[in-house]
């Protein structure tokens, strides 16, 4: 489906600031695509639906899951909102017709991220959390410098900064987002340990 007609769906889907994310993330991601050698075309049906299963209730994500047979973590059940990157998958397959593993693999990962992601799941992470729209994060300067000159290094920022954020809140914290962190920091042993 071309993008113009997914953008419109996803206009009347969406609430207005999630579409707003929705677009602005789709903007840097393309940008961020241009600039480390990434398919701008990719990375931007990706960045426009990373989020196209934020609509619905967290009560509502459990059962789509169960429907499309999508396993629930122990940590996705306690916060099911963690859910809708791989529902987001789902429905890009299903209601906007992408085949393309990478572009389903960025929007299943875009929260959490997993070890050694590709470089089209490294821009729509990275975009997800520096778009325009996003409401002020501390170091976000920063990461959003570290996001044009070296990616690797913006990832291992990212996910120092959600990590520092779900321990001070004392949140839930994906194993994966732990995986994570760990790899981009053994592959980055520079970087001070969070």
């Known amino acids: 489906m071309e993008v113009e007609r997914v953008k419109e769906d996803l206009r009347k889907r969406l609430k207005e600031a ?23 075309e990719k990375a931007d049906m990706a960045g426009l639906l990373h989020d196209c299963a934020r609509n619905i209730s967290e009560q509502e994500m459990i059962h789509e899951c169960i429907k499309y047979h999508i396993p629930i973590s122990e940590t996705e059940e306690q916060c099911p909102i963690l859910l809708h990157g ?21 929007i299943i990962y875009h929260t959490t991220g997993r070890p050694n992601m590709s470089l089209l799941e490294k821009i729509v992470f990275t975009a997800d959390f520096i778009e325009p ?16 000159t070296n990616l690797d290094h913006c990832v291992l920022m990212i996910l120092e ?28 042993p520079e970087t001070n340990k969070i």
Not at 133 to 148: L, S, T, V
């Open 18 to 40: 999630r579409y707003l994310h929705s677009t602005g993330v789709e903007e840097v991601a393309v940008d961020l695509a241009y600039i480390h050698g990434c398919d701008p």
């Open 86 to 106: 791989k529902l987001g998958a789902e429905y890009a397959k299903f209601r906007y017709k992408v085949t393309d593993c990478d572009v389903l693999n960025a």
């Open 133 to 148: 729209f996003r409401k002020p994060i501390p170091g976000i300067d920063e990461i959003r410098w570290q996001a044009y």
């Open 161 to 188: 900064s959600t990590l520092k954020y779900l321990q001070a809140k004392k949140s839930q914290i994906d194993y994966l987002t732990v995986e994570t962190y760990n790899y981009y920091k053994a592959i980055l």
